[in-house]
């Protein structure tokens, strides 16, 4: 935990908390995703992307870099050559964001930054008047930094007034779905599928999510990028914000760190994950093709869903939620993929898991899989799953469940 500020010094070591948020707005959640906790570093993206939103990327790109660091996050450094933050993810680059963000008082900056978290989120965010507090009276080396930046000619503003907002900014409370629907924008991006709101463009979300990919995890970031495989930023609050485009987005809350300031159990959380259900954005062939072609019923009782693409994990999930919300409209639901181009193990395993599912509410479920793509015909054996060559042949034998 960051014993350096004295208020999260006091939170529970134990809390642990995962949300995922679907492109589409959908959420899962595990643990303790009520319990709110300060957004820390984590803040650092959204405040450089709204400045990128606000004045342009050639302003941003004069006093902040894209390099990544090599150091701790709170180092006193600048680039050597240019004199101005290597990235915006460490305290240097994100207090000279801060300082970018148009307003023409403390509290207007402050303003514009809270209300663009909150419409990340998709809700009003509120502050810890505690944290913010406890920032302010030990944040001795961001003011080092600040006057650093400062006397370089970084900041645009008085030092002290933009660690206001900042110590401020880095105080916000979120939930880890505050942070999955803050990423699940940036997936989507730019694009609140909560709200239906417009809330960044497209082009500034892909600049800062190139940014999170080589720089959000610090000193960290080259193996998580190996092992994890998506854009995300840390905080020393605990929390962690990962995102893969077109498809999801993860928040993760767990408060023990390690020595470079990512959550422990966070980390591994998000590396099981990716690991589990090929969440690695460089696994993702093309981005969020996995798609329903067609649903429509085939008989009384009898309900086609039809996919192509390929099917990765977003793509099975869409399906299977759309399956399991239609389930009091049918009896037997039939899965044609015969149009699937590709897939990976989680979604086969998503995929063949659907019968059982179904069985446990008196529902039916087959699988049109010609190729064998989903369940390779040498092992049918392994699955609880009934396949057949055709479409016809399933609706067939559909329609004989249905009658008996």
């Not at 015969?338 to 193990?345: A, C, L, P, Q, S």
């Amino acid at each position: 935990m960051a014993n350096y500020i004295p208020e999260l010094a006091d939170v529970d070591p134990e809390g642990f908390a995962l949300s995922l948020s679907s492109s589409d707005g959908y959420v899962y959640e595990s643990g303790d995703a009520a319990v709110e906790f300060t957004i820390q570093s984590i803040s650092k993206p959204f405040t450089y992307a709204l400045a990128l939103g606000q004045i342009g990327q050639d302003a941003v790109d004069a006093k902040i870099g894209v390099e990544p660091s090599g150091e701790a996050f709170n180092e006193i450094s600048v680039d050597d050559v240019t004199k101005t933050p290597k990235n915006p993810m460490i305290n240097a680059g994100a207090i000279a964001a801060v300082s970018l963000i148009p307003g023409a008082s403390t509290e207007e900056r402050f303003d514009r930054i809270h209300e663009f978290y909150s419409a990340c989120a998709g809700r009003r965010l509120e502050i810890d008047m505690n944290v913010y507090a406890s920032e302010k009276a030990t944040g001795n080396r961001n003011r080092a930094i600040a006057y650093m930046l400062a006397s370089f000619g970084v900041l645009d503003g008085d030092p002290d007034e933009v660690l206001d907002v900042y110590f401020r900014q880095c105080s916000v409370r979120v939930t880890s779905t505050d942070l999955a629907r803050m990423a699940a924008t940036l997936a989507r991006g730019g694009f609140n599928p909560l709200t239906g709101r417009r809330v960044i463009e497209a082009n500034v979300v892909r600049r800062t999510l190139s940014v999170m990919v080589t720089c959000g995890m610090y000193d960290a970031a080259g193996d998580w990028v190996s092992a994890v495989g998506m854009p995300a930023k840390s905080g020393v609050g605990g929390g962690i914000v990962a995102v893969l485009p077109g498809q999801l987005g993860i928040g993760v809350y767990s408060p023990r760190l390690d020595v470079r300031g990512n959550s422990v159990r966070g980390v591994q959380t998000c590396r099981n994950l990716s690991s589990q259900l090929g969440l690695h954005f460089l696994s993702v062939t093309r981005e969020s093709s996995s798609t329903l072609r067609a649903v429509f019923d085939a008989g009384p009782g009898i309900r086609v869903y039809e996919v192509q693409g390929d099917l990765l994990f977003a793509g099975a999930e869409q399906v299977l939620r759309t399956a399991e919300h239609d389930r009091d409209e049918y009896e037997v639901a039939v899965l044609d993929v015969t149009r699937v181009d590709d897939i990976n193990d989680a979604a086969r395993g998503m995929l063949t898991g659907m019968r059982a599912s179904l069985s446990r509410v008196g529902k039916e479920a087959c699988l049109v899989d010609p190729d064998g793509r989903v369940v390779p015909a040498e092992r049918r054996d392994e699955y609880d799953t009934i396949v057949f060559r055709t479409l016809d042949e399933a609706v067939d034998a559909a329609r004989q469940w249905s009658a008996g």
